[in-house]
């Protein structure tokens, strides 16, 4: 499979559809449940929160989310941290080191997202958890941050063409199985460095951002890979995942 072939068919799916798409992700429909009990700033502030602590979950993600929103929906207190840590503690999710996990927290809690420049963001993010910029949940949480401001606010917006794809098990399949990797899906994953590079490339000769492939990639994954409803992911894209990823 040629990445170009690729990067023509995103170019003709367009980023107005990727971001109608957006709006079937689980992950999308949670925050938005919160945008009408809390605050921008508050929402903004858990959901950046939320995605940097999301690995290795004790169940499915959409699950994690959903259960993120009601804990929040419901939870109010004068100290946002102090609350977060509850949600760590209390989580059937995050049950896998959760001391790690309110450790990470501890650094990141105070800090206000800027909802209108998302690339300082993720640089502030790097620099406040001492990590690579390029790390997976520090690029998830900024396209978390994009929903927080499509959900709260009612518009799309583009993320930064800038920002690499987040590359988790599902990334790393595909980007297999589709063969612009040549190796296993586990050794892909250890080197996300190079799956970056090829979905940037894409990204930049499709128009769509990187990030935003990524909800095409994570949607179309849930689909072929694990059985389930369509989400409205393009056929044409399907039929392509289906091909190659179904032998």
């Given amino acids: 499979m040629a990445a170009e072939e690729i990067a023509l068919l995103l170019r003709r ?12 992700d689980p992950q999308y429909k949670s925050i938005c449940r ?5 605050t921008v700033e508050d929402v903004a502030r858990l959901v950046m929160m939320n995605a ?6 004790a169940g499915k993600g959409e699950e994690h989310w959903q259960y993120f929103a009601d804990f929040f929906s419901r939870k109010r207190s004068d100290d946002i941290c102090e609350e977060f840590v509850q949600y760590i503690q209390t989580s059937p999710y995050l049950a896998i080191g959760r001391g790690a996990r309110i450790k990470r927290i501890g650094k990141i809690c105070k800090y206000r997202p800027d909802l209108e420049d998302l690339s300082k963001a993720w640089r502030d993010l790097a620099r406040l958890l001492e990590t690579d910029s ?12 994009n929903y927080v ?35 296993s899906p586990e050794e892909a994953l250890r080197r996300h460095r190079e799956v970056q590079r090829i979905w940037s490339e894409i990204a930049e000769r499709s128009g769509v951002p990187p990030l935003h492939i990524d909800t095409v990639l994570w949607l179309a994954g849930r689909v072929v ?21 179904n032998r």
């Fill in 13 to 24: 799916i367009g980023l107005k559809a990727i971001l109608d798409l957006e709006r079937e």
């Fill in 52 to 57: 940097l602590i999301s690995y290795r979950l």
């Fill in 149 to 183: 401001y499509m959900c709260c606010a009612g518009v799309d917006r583009a993320l930064p063409s800038d920002i690499p794809i987040p590359v988790d098990y599902r990334v790393a399949k595909l980007t297999a199985c589709l063969g612009l990797i040549r190796t």
């Fill in 225 to 245: 890979l694990y059985g389930d409803r369509s989400y409205a992911v393009p056929e044409e894209f399907l039929s392509l995942i289906k091909r190659f990823c």
């Fill in 34 to 38: 919160l945008c009408g009990n809390r």
């Fill in 134 to 145: 390029e790390a997976k949940t520090v690029v998830f949480a900024v396209k978390m941050l």
